[in-house]
């Protein structure tokens, strides 16, 4: 007999505290309304001060609770005073979504320096130092995780037309989800990653109006709607999916290659 109800698929995440990169806009947005709404304290952060109050006002209006703190991912300071200021006045943080992201939208051999470590700390270096100080934190503390970490399918299939090391990079947060399930299994953190295909946000957005309706190549003719990737990410961060770690879940309306 099992000691788990049936079915085993609670999304309740009241207790826990979330933070979540990247939510001033798109998916980020979306996530950290989605964790607030099943019961989640949500931190959200993010360069756009004004955004997030927007978003901790909203979320407040919806009955949840919200803290907006400001970030920069190439930061290594702004990571750790960010992480100490949410459990300060919070809690432990308990979830992780690792969402912030830029393109680069260049050649690869036409990018400057200084892109170039933007594109890297934005989307990989940043990531995982973050991830580091959650995952001391909860080891220390002893208590189970969740981190999420947000790919791309661009970090599995590259057609050329630009962005080449945001394929890299995407393709590292993939790898890093990877490698920290494997080291943080015993402490019961559980480390994912969702690799979406083409989803409205504003970076999309931007890349449409460079490159066209990319959505005509699209077997289904269209971008996905963020909306669609809450499942997955309550999936991954609720209590049902204790066994899962390690995992990518594409998520890509079959857009891309396999």
Known sequence: MS??????????????????TGATSGL???????????GAKVVVTGRRVERLDELTELIRADGGEALPLPLDMTSSDSILDVVEKATSELGLLTI??????????????????????RVIDTNLRGP????????????EAKRPGRIVNISSVGGFHYAGGGAALYSVTKAGIARMSDALAVEWSRNHINVNCIAPGGFHSEMMDGMIERLGDITKGFPRKRLGDPAQL????????????????????????????R
């Open 3 to 20: 000691d788990f109800p049936l079915p085993n698929h609670s999304m309740d995440l009241s207790g826990e505290v979330a933070l979540v």
């Open 28 to 38: 980020g947005w979306r996530f950290a309304r989605v964790l607030a709404s099943v």
């Open 96 to 117: 992780l979504v690792n969402n912030a992201g830029i393109p680069d939208a260049q050649l690869a051999h036409k990018m400057s320096i200084d892109l170039i470590d």
């Open 128 to 139: 995982f130092i973050l991830t580091c100080e959650v995952g001391r934190r909860l080891i």
């Open 230 to 257: 809450d499942s997955t990410l309550l999936y991954l961060c609720a209590p049902s999916s204790e066994c899962v770690t390690g995992a990518t879940i594409v998520v890509d309306d079959g857009q891309g290659p």
